[in-house]
């Protein structure tokens, strides 16, 4: 079985939902699984530690899935034009992976939500690829053969599904918004399996 990882951060549910799109994208690939990990929120109490094991949703990511995973794909929320701290943080301690080269030559992707239509999606994304480009990894998005990208009026990116949540986070997902979250995961799954 091929494991496509899916890790994310979510505050508000919606990259999580994102990411459980995507999931479902990967797993409509005979012999692909979507392994779905989420990072812990970074405490601004220095001795302030979390659980190894979340109260709820997804588990936390460990570096032997990063190691194990055949593809990655990466999902955040804006945080003014970034990625939120909790990614970045977690990417900040991958410096053994990196050394090892163990993430170079595998698909990856990347996904963000935001509260508005011009919140930061695509400089989010593209924060979110530099890191992946550093570890030597194979970069994917999403073509305009997926017509949600010229149909949507919310999120949808040629550098990554994206979201429009609203400035009360109160926006779900429009089915667009799901649909290319699915595109991209069938996509790097099959890519995946063409480069195995």
Request: charged share 15%.
């Amino acid at each position: 079985m091929t494991n496509i990882l899916v890790l994310y951060y979510s505050r508000s549910g919606h990259v999580k939902t994102m990411a459980e799109h995507i999931a479902r994208g990967v797993e409509t690939v005979t012999g692909c699984h979507a392994l779905l990990r989420t990072v812990p929120a970074v405490s601004s109490v220095c001795e302030a530690t979390e659980d190894e094991i979340p109260a709820e949703g997804h588990l936390y990511v460990t570096h032997d899935d990063l190691k194990d995973c055949s593809a990655l794909v990466l999902g955040s929320p804006t945080r003014f034009g970034n990625m939120a701290a909790p990614m970045k943080y977690f990417i900040d301690s991958t410096s053994d992976i990196w050394l090892s080269g163990e993430l170079s030559g595998k698909p990856a992707a990347v996904f963000t939500s935001t509260g508005s239509l011009h919140g930061g999606q695509e400089t989010t994304l593209l924060s979110m690829m530099l890191p992946l480009l550093h570890h030597g990894m194979i970069l994917m998005g999403l073509p305009y053969s997926e017509s949600g990208l010229m149909l949507t009026q919310q999120g949808g990116t040629p550098y990554g599904p994206s979201h429009v949540a609203g400035s009360q986070n109160d926006q779900n997902l429009t089915e667009i918004e799901a649909q290319l979250c699915r595109a991209l995961g069938k996509r790097i799954a099959t890519t995946t399996l063409k480069l195995q």
